[in-house]
T-cell receptor, first 117, second 115 residues
Framework: GAVVSQHPSRVICKSGTSVKIECRSL??????MFWYRQFPKQSLMLMAT?????????EQGVEKDKFLINHASLTLSTLTVTSAHPEDSSFYIC?????????????FGAGSRLTVL | AQSVAQPEDQVNVAEGNPLTVKCTYS??????LFWYVQYPNRGLQFLLK??????LVKGSYGFEAEFNKSQTSFHLKKPSALVSDSALYFC?????????????FGQGTTLQVKP
């Protein structure tokens, strides 16, 4: 079945540094990927829709200059948390929509735990 | 506004007993409905979906869900719970005519199955 790989699974960084998280669709092409943020014991908050070949679409309240998204190819989207601060610590999850399947079938990555010291 | 509600933060059930995790939705048009499971520090795993057809949908690991249009519900069920079913469960929906893939998630329900 469809697999989405997310890397790194855990990252610890110092305040003020930038961190990049990768989301790859391993066996399918994904024009559209989604980035979510999840706080402990809470639901997923959609941050942005990543579109291959065009700018990402950010949800209301999400700073696009803070959370840079690049969808470089049909199998790779990256989320860069710039000038990270402790309040950016969270669990980030990506999902990808298989271009060859139904429009609303998403496969999720395993998530990336970011801790900013 | 479109929304998905999971009224229970936690459901406790004894191993071997049937379980139900509730979900109601408010989505315009014909909804597509999904259940996902999340284990600690992991992403979401797909369990099952309703697109059209039979109201009773069978999915992974013995789970099933029933689409009830009149009650706008999509409750997740399993006849006999296992301790390994203990996890966080999310119900999600999207408008059927939508091509965005943007799912609306419920708040999540923690299922605790005790031996």
């Amino acid at each position: 079945g469809a697999v989405v790989s997310q890397h790194p699974s855990r990252v610890i960084c110092k305040s003020g540094t930038s961190v990049k998280i990768e989301c790859r669709s391993l066996d399918f092409q994904a024009t559209t990927m989604f980035w979510y943020r999840q706080f402990p014991k809470q639901s997923l908050m959609l941050m942005a829709t990543s579109n291959e070949g065009s700018k990402a679409t950010y949800e209301q309240g999400v700073e696009k200059d803070k959370f840079l998204i690049n969808h470089a190819s049909l199998t790779l989207s990256t989320l860069t948390v710039t000038s990270a601060h402790p309040e950016d610590s969270s669990f980030y999850i990506c999902s990808a929509r298989d271009d060859g399947s139904g429009a609303n079938v998403l496969t999720f990555g395993a998530g990336s735990r970011l801790t900013v010291l | 506004a479109q929304s998905v509600a999971q009224p229970e933060d936690q459901v406790n059930v004894a191993e071997g007993n049937p379980l139900t995790v509730k979900c109601t939705y408010s989505v315009s048009g014909n909804p597509y409905l999904f259940w996902y499971v999340q284990y600690p520090n992991r992403g979401l795993q797909f369990l099952l979906k309703y697109i059209t057809g039979d109201n009773l949908v069978k999915g992974s690991y013995g789970f099933e869900a029933e689409f009830n249009k009149s009650q706008t519900s999509f409750h997740l069920k399993k006849p006999s719970a296992l301790v390994s079913d203990s996890a966080l469960y999310f119900c999600a929906a999207v408008r059927g005519s939508s091509n965005t893939g943007k799912l609306i998630f419920g708040q999540g329900t923690t299922l605790q199955v005790k031996p």
